[in-house]
């Protein structure tokens, strides 16, 4: 006989399938007399709005339970035919997924996982997200510029699922640009433009497939050639890391730029990035940096031809985290966009960024698989590599080719 409590539980989620209308489930089980002893349902969601297309896959230990198609609200419900007097790993994932642009490597990844036995009720909801980010990073908010005006965004898109499996991608379009004065100036991540003299609002926006806008502003004075006056710093802007964020693992992208309001955009070799706690970081626009653990103050540093530095800091905290992170590369070569899947108690897909780094953090302790998807044309000695995590401490899983 079922016992009281996960009679309640199994009468709540045959409320569920009935509200649902969920596909044909893998068994019947009929009011008060059930003949199924797992359930499984959940939603599935882009960006927080329903998700009808598709079907829902769930799986155990590799082997396909059922297939569900989501209602007009996104939810799914069914009944497994199988008995598990144990909790079984159970995980659910959208077929095919709907993210456009998503690497069709990690696809078969995005996944959501639980664990349930007989009575069970296994919640495995899917939230799918496709978001994006403009930073203007030239020029400065603030500046004092002279025509022609050189532009510079940096924008990412992010998708996946929430809440911490995400990969960076590339997509078609870039940011638009538009001026106050002179209206749609650039479509492009940077470029160099002529603008009227005058008070200028810039903004460069950018609008992902699945409707979500992204756009950043900022405020400029184009003044006329040779406009004489005494020589002043450079206006430096640090797009990336944002001042008061959060590091985990301590691994960031430095994004920067500087514009000396006689002699225009400064030159790479005359930006130096520094750290309080570790000292210096890199030089140029872009430094792949690895913070010790603390309150980092981060400053950038730019000089003008005359020597005159102008400067600009954040203030970021490199936290510890449990994760595994690591590189691919190729004759001694970053290797950007190859998919990399980790498979363990937590089931995480990505792709490496442009230096051929990856990470995933937020892991609980215990062994993983990682696995990439070799650049066509290469080879490697493994392309499946097995790691033991730790607590609070991030494993190094690198993977290197020729």
């Known amino acids: 006989m079922t016992p009281p409590s996960r009679l309640l539980r199994r009468l709540a989620h045959l409320g569920l399938l009935l509200a649902t209308g969920a596909g044909t489930s893998a068994c019947t089980c009929a009011p008060f007399a059930f003949s199924c002893e797992t359930a499984i349902g959940g939603t599935v969601t882009l960006n927080g709005a329903p998700v009808t297309e598709g079907e829902v896959v769930v799986v155990e230990a590799r082997r396909e339970v059922a297939r569900i198609t989501p209602d007009a609200q996104g939810r799914f419900g069914v009944d497994v035919k199988d008995d598990y007097p144990e909790a079984r790993r159970f995980c659910a994932e959208v077929a095919p ?11 078969p990844g995005l996944r959501v996982c639980g664990f349930g036995g007989e009575g069970d009720v296994v919640v495995l909801d899917l939230a799918y997200f496709d978001e994006a980010s403009v930073r203007i990073a030239a020029p400065p908010d603030g500046g004092v510029v002279t025509s022609p005006v050189a532009l510079s965004a940096v924008w990412d898109r992010r998708m996946g699922l929430r809440p911490d499996v995400s990969a960076s991608v590339t997509s078609p379009g870039a940011p638009a640009w538009t001026s106050s004065l002179d209206g749609p100036i650039l479509t492009a991540a940077s470029g160099t433009v002529s603008l009227s003299e005058g008070d200028h609002r810039l903004v460069a926006a950018y609008t992902t497939p699945a409707g979500f806008l992204a756009a950043d502003t900022v405020q400029i004075r184009v003044d006329a050639p040779g406009g004489g006056g005494e020589n002043g710093p450079p206006l430096v802007s640090i797009a990336n890391p944002m001042d008061g964020a959060s590091i985990p ?35 140029g626009p872009s430094v792949d940096a690895l913070l010790s653990p603390g309150a980092h103050t981060l400053t950038l540093d730019a000089a003008d031809p005359e020597g005159l530095v102008g400067s600009a800091s954040v203030s970021v905290t490199s936290v510890p985290v449990t994760g595994i992170r690591g590189r691919v590369t190729v004759g001694g070569i970053g290797v950007a966009d190859v998919p990399v899947a980790l498979d363990g108690p937590i089931v995480f897909t990505g792709v490496t960024d442009a230096a051929g780094d990856y990470i995933f953090v937020n892991l609980v302790p215990g062994t993983y698989r990682v696995r990439i998807v070799p650049p066509e044309g290469s080879t490697f000695p493994a392309e499946e590599q097995e790691v033991t995590v730790v607590q609070d401490q991030v494993a190094v899983v690198d993977f290197t080719g020729s």
Do not use: K
């Open 249 to 283: 693992g301590g691994s960031v992208r430095l994004l920067g730029s500087a514009v000396d309001p006689e002699s225009g955009t400064v030159p790479d070799d005359r930006l130096t990035w520094t750290s309080s706690i570790d000292g210096a970081l890199g030089t």
């Open 97 to 107: 997924t709907p993210l456009e642009g998503f690497p069709e490597q990690s696809a």
